[in-house]
């Protein structure tokens, strides 16, 4: 099917890790890429590729890949964290592009 | 350093036409795809479609083929995004975003502000 599963929002302690997922066929052809998105701003890249972090993306975000679900890692969240998160990738079937739901972050 | 500017928000009224711009800077315009994003108020992003600043190969998301034209002017290095007859349903911020493409990944890794579009009578 052409979409892309992202749990609608997860918390998480600060100074903890949390994980935020993305599943889809997809995913078993192509790395997902991630976005960090606040309030007002213009999403930013975090995370593409085999766990490719961007310059200036600090080092608790990391990623990962099994089958057809991505992972999104943040280890020891900051408040800075708290964001929507959303994956993309190709569409295996298409070759068009395709967004997750997205992820609301809350660090607590 | 790589910058897409967007043009400002936009006020317009059910059934009227509009042309919304991405300029790109700073970098060879014409070996990117340029894609455009939809984020309706309070939403998650969807992807609208894409095209090559080199030759205007477009390729839209079924959900968006047909409603909107995305174009280029390699000229002046701008991507278009336009409605020939907007919809309430319209508003929206659009983002412009430049595709990279490497062996294992491709990803957007520069984005325009956005251009908030309102459609309302």
């Known amino acids: 099917s052409s979409e892309l599963t992202q749990d609608p929002a997860v918390s998480v302690t600060l100074g903890q890790t949390v994980r935020i997922t993305c599943q889809g066929h997809s995913l078993r052809i192509y790395y997902a890429s991630w976005y960090q998105q606040k309030p007002g701003q213009a999403p930013v890249l975090v995370m593409y590729g085999k766990n490719k972090r961007p310059s200036g993306i600090p080092d608790r975000f990391s990623g990962s890949n099994s089958g057809n679900t991505a992972s999104l890692t943040i280890t020891g969240a900051q408040a800075e964290d708290e964001a929507d998160y959303y994956c993309d990738s190709r569409d295996s079937s298409s070759s068009h592009v395709l967004f997750g739901g997205g992820t609301k972050v809350t660090v607590i | 350093e790589v910058q897409l500017v967007q043009s400002g928000t936009e006020v317009k009224k059910p059934g009227e036409s509009l042309k919304i711009s991405c300029k790109g800077s700073g970098y060879s315009f014409t070996n990117y795809w340029i894609g455009w994003v939809r984020q309706m108020p309070g939403k998650g992003l969807e992807w609208m479609g894409i095209i090559y600043a080199g030759d205007s190969d477009t390729r839209y998301s079924p959900s968006f083929q047909g409603q909107v034209t995305i174009s280029v002017d390699k000229s002046i290095s701008t991507a278009f995004l336009q409605w020939s007859s907007l919809k309430a349903s319209d508003t929206a911020m659009y983002y412009c975003?430049?595709?990279?493409?490497?062996?294992?990944?491709?990803?957007?890794?520069?984005w325009g502000q956005g251009t908030l579009v309102t459609v309302s009578s």
């Open positions: 975003a430049r595709r990279e493409s490497e062996t294992d990944a491709e990803y957007l890794q520069h």
